[in-house]
């Protein structure tokens, strides 16, 4: 199954190898890798270097590491968590520009949008719906219902890119609006006016939806994604820049 890795680019062949084989099907899930003296044979390679590009795959899920008699490098299901993960660290940590966030997010939540509206049934306008109601009701409350509001607003564009059924969205797009809400911590001042254009925006994008308009709901998110990127950003200016 495995071949000596080549000795220019040692460590990165045994992970790439053995990655491909889990990826390809050749190894699969619960299947137990050669013991670490056969492994090493096989890539002639030492200790040191097969350990670390265990360790690598581990991180990355691919494998789990047992210690002990019947220990070893089992092989794992593959799982989109460990790639989520680390897209939302990065949001997290605030380690995205904001005009990289903006560019991302603007391609993307429009294609969501788009799809959404060709792809909605009869019970995901309800659900839209449902969510548009609960917004109404955190803007009436005006700044103390700041943080509610914007749960509805993360629980809405999730509820999109479901509606998407495309789950590569789905995945991204959770990560992006589980995190992003500290960015709006720092540079929203979440006033009635701020709170007041995003129910607008949401209740047009659900009407556009519903209606079929898939080109309408698209320009829609993507406005929507500038104009209060626009707003972070001017409040960035004035507050100092992130990292």
């Not at 968590?81 to 897209?87: E, N």
């Not at 979440?190 to 009407?207: C, H, I, K, P, T």
């Amino acid at each position: 199954m495995f071949r000596e890795a080549s000795q220019n680019r040692i460590f990165q062949d045994v992970v790439e190898q053995i990655q491909d084989a889990i990826l390809d099907g050749r190894l699969h899930k619960g299947d137990t890798l050669p013991p670490e003296r056969d492994l090493k044979e096989m890539f002639n390679t030492s200790r040191g270097t097969l350990r670390e590009a265990l360790r690598v795959l581990e991180e990355r899920g691919l494998i789990e590491i047992k210690l002990g008699v019947r220990g070893g490098a089992r092989v794992q299901k593959v799982s989109s968590r460990h790639a989520s993960a680390t897209l939302a660290l990065l949001i997290r940590s605030r380690r995205v520009a904001l005009n990289h966030l903006a560019e991302f997010r603007e391609g993307m939540e429009g294609s969501v949008a788009s799809l959404a509206a060709q792809r909605a049934t009869d019970d995901d306008l309800e659900k839209l719906n449902h969510l548009l109601a609960e917004a109404t009701r955190c803007v009436e409350r005006g700044y103390a219902g700041r943080r509610a509001f914007w749960d509805v607003d993360r629980r809405f564009h999730r509820e999109l890119a479901r509606i998407s059924g495309n789950p590569v969205y789905r995945l991204v797009l959770r990560s992006v609006h589980d995190n992003i809400h500290r960015y709006y911590d720092r540079y929203l001042s979440a006033d009635a006016a701020e709170l007041g254009e995003n129910l607008e925006d949401m209740s047009e994008m659900v009407r556009a939806v519903a209606e079929g308009r898939a080109d309408t709901a698209r320009l829609l998110a993507q406005s929507h994604v500038l104009r209060f990127v626009r707003r972070m950003k001017a409040r960035e200016a004035r507050n100092g820049s992130v990292e």
